[in-house]
Nanobody
Framework: QVQLVESGGGLVQSGGSLRLSCAASGTIFSINYMRWYRQAPGKQRELVASITSGGSTNYADSVKGRFTISRDNAKNTVALQLNSLKPEDTAVYYC???????????????WGQGAQVTVSS
């Protein structure tokens, strides 16, 4: 059974940095996209950053230049480096992976449990 486990959330002051990590484990044939989402209280979940298996990245305008997504295909991990954090970055951050457990089937989205990031002003 595939699991995504996140780590690295916490409390940081405005202007500080955090690094989130997410590891996929279980029976995995291949992973396509890996993404980070966030959901602030009372708001919809939003896509923060994504990365393909080839390393192509995309970012939400609100985090461009401050956040960096990276992945290690050999270890089935994805990370999100959060720099220059602002109070409005406070949210629960979720990793997601589009993967297949065996060949010849379609990708399926799996989600981590979420990691709280709180930025104080």
């Amino acid at each position: 059974q595939v699991q995504l486990v996140e780590s690295g959330g916490g409390l940081v002051q405005s202007g500080g940095s955090l690094r989130l990590s997410c590891a996929a484990s279980g029976t995995i044939f291949s992973i396509n996209y890996m993404r980070w989402y966030r959901q602030a209280p009372g708001k919809q979940r939003e896509l923060v950053a994504s990365i393909t298996s080839g390393g192509s990245t995309n970012y939400a305008d609100s985090v461009k230049g401050r956040f960096t997504i990276s992945r290690d295909n050999a270890k089935n991990t994805v990370a999100l480096q959060l720099n220059s954090l602002k109070p409005e970055d406070t949210a629960v951050y979720y990793c997601s992976a589009d993967l297949r457990e065996i060949a010849y089937i379609s990708d399926r989205a799996y989600w981590g449990q979420g990691a709280q990031v709180t930025v104080s002003s």
